[in-house]
């Protein structure tokens, strides 16, 4: 994963990369590739009837343009280009700082420069592609600097040859610092673009993400207000000590919910819920009902926290439910979970459930049970006869 460099103070939230800069940084080096190409194939061909260097001429022909060679196709494809660029800088900068030593002093070159010239601000480019700022100005002055130096020293530093190595110079200089200049400013947009996009995906990021959580409390405010209108329609028609106690907890809870529909952070974060978390929390509402139920440890594997608040509360109506109407004989919790899935399943070995006579008003399977996996996008399988009753609740990504 590529991360981009951040702003003081503000987190980055793009680690996918640099999308600007990865395109202009390749746009970059392919100009540099174009360019270098049609400059060292006119050095190629002025090195091809050179006589300079004398028996150092083939050595040095192969190694700058062998080099050359390598960091062109660098250039073009994109791989390894730090390693053939450098490699070409450093076989430049010895073949510049041998040559006054191997050509023949005592003869007049004449005023035409010898064919590493053509080569200079392509050694100059590449150093500007993969070093850092403080190397990047080095090479731009220093090899035209050093070009002048060697050539001087060739020539004996000869009066007649001042003017024009010094207009050679000053033209290397200028060129150097203008593919510098328009390097840096090229990156410098492509940064600026990524921060603008950076920013821009923050913020709307933190917008969708308040967006979903609002809708998030206002859908379980809505299910918790159906719980509670359960429970007290339960209260009313409790005729037993068992009963009412049942209905006190199933108050308990829903109301618990609605709060934690408000202040729950993992909710509100969509932060992910281990399946264990879900079977830990069924545990734990048996036990406010009075059962001890032993649930199997599931598989460490994490849903949605929505999702997992949804089936969490759907499974201990459905608790409940056993517990108020089969007397939680033969009670069992199955909590399972893969990667792309959760499954509750609450099963008894009671009466069954007769869905004819569950009068039109009661909302405790319809709203807590059935709207609340619904509203996740999960499903509600509920088998029932005179062997139990088995609700099953699934959701899928």
């Given at each position: 994963m ?6 003081p103070?503000?987190?980055e ?9 990865k ?6 080096q392919?100009a540099a ?7 060292g ?20 022909m ?13 250039c ?5 280009l730090?390693?053939t660029?450098?490699t070409?800088v ?10 006054p030593?191997v050509?023949d ?14 080569v ?7 150093a500007?592609?993969?070093?850092s700022m403080?190397?990047q ?6 090899l ?10 060739q020539?004996?530093?000869a ?10 110079l ?21 940064r ?10 923050a ?5 969708a993400a ?5 809708s ?5 405010a ?18 037993t000590?068992?009963?009412?106690a049942?209905?006190v907890?199933?108050?308990q ?10 202040s729950?952070?993992r909710?509100a974060?969509?932060?992910p819920i281990?399946?264990?978390?879900i079977?830990a ?5 048996a036990?406010?009902?009075g059962v ?18 949804a ?6 109506q459905?608790i409940a439910?056993?517990?108020?109407h089969?007397?939680?004989?033969g009670?069992?919790?199955?909590v399972s979970a ?5 499954r ?14 569950i009068?039109a ?5 319809r ?10 996008g999960?499903?509600?399988e509920?088998?029932s ?13």
């Amino acid at each position: 994963m590529v991360v981009a460099e951040a702003m003081p103070g503000r987190q980055e939230v793009f680690a996918a990369g640099s999308f600007t800069s990865k395109r202009i940084e390749r746009i970059v080096q392919i100009a540099a590739g174009v360019g270098s190409l049609i400059v060292g194939t006119q050095a190629f061909i002025a090195a091809l009837g050179s006589t300079d260097a004398g028996v150092w001429h083939i050595p040095f022909m192969i190694a700058i343009f062998t080099s050359l060679l390598a960091f062109l196709a660098s250039c073009f494809t994109g791989r390894a280009l730090r390693v053939t660029a450098i490699t070409f800088v450093t076989l430049y900068t010895l073949v510049v700082v041998a040559w006054p030593w191997v050509t023949d002093h005592a003869s007049n070159p004449g005023y035409a420069q010898p064919w590493i010239w053509y080569v200079t601000n392509i050694a100059t480019i590449a150093a500007v592609l993969v070093m850092s700022m403080p190397w990047q100005i080095t090479f731009t002055i220093g090899l035209p600097v050093l070009f002048f130096g060697a050539r001087m020293f060739q020539v004996g530093f000869a009066n007649d040859h001042w003017a024009s190595n010094a207009f050679d110079l000053s033209f290397g200089l200028c060129l150097g610092a203008i593919l510098l200049i328009l390097v840096r400013t090229m990156r410098a947009s492509g940064r600026e673009v990524d921060e603008a996009r950076g920013t821009a995906l923050a913020e709307y990021t933190q917008a969708a993400a308040a967006e979903a959580a609002e809708s998030e409390r206002i859908s379980m405010a809505a299910l918790m207000h159906d719980s509670v209108m359960a429970a007290l329609i339960s209260a009313t028609r409790a005729t037993t000590e068992r009963e009412r106690a049942l209905t006190v907890v199933m108050a308990q809870e829903a109301l618990t919910g609605l709060a934690d529909a408000e202040s729950d952070e993992r909710i509100a974060l969509g932060r992910p819920i281990s399946a264990r978390v879900i079977a830990a929390d069924l545990t734990n509402a048996a036990r406010d009902f009075g059962v001890v139920i032993d649930i199997a440890p599931p598989t460490d594997e994490e849903v949605p926290g929505h999702v997992a608040r949804a089936l969490t509360l759907a499974a201990t109506q459905a608790i409940a439910n056993a517990i108020q109407h089969a007397d939680g004989q033969g009670l069992a919790v199955a909590v399972s979970a893969t990667r792309d899935s959760c499954r509750v399943r609450v099963s008894d070995t009671g009466g069954g459930i007769n869905f004819a006579a569950i009068p039109a008003d009661r909302l405790g399977i319809r709203a807590s049970i059935y709207a609340r996996m619904a509203a996740v996008g999960g499903t509600t399988e509920i088998a029932s006869g005179r062997g139990g009753t088995v609700i099953d609740m699934r959701w899928h990504r």
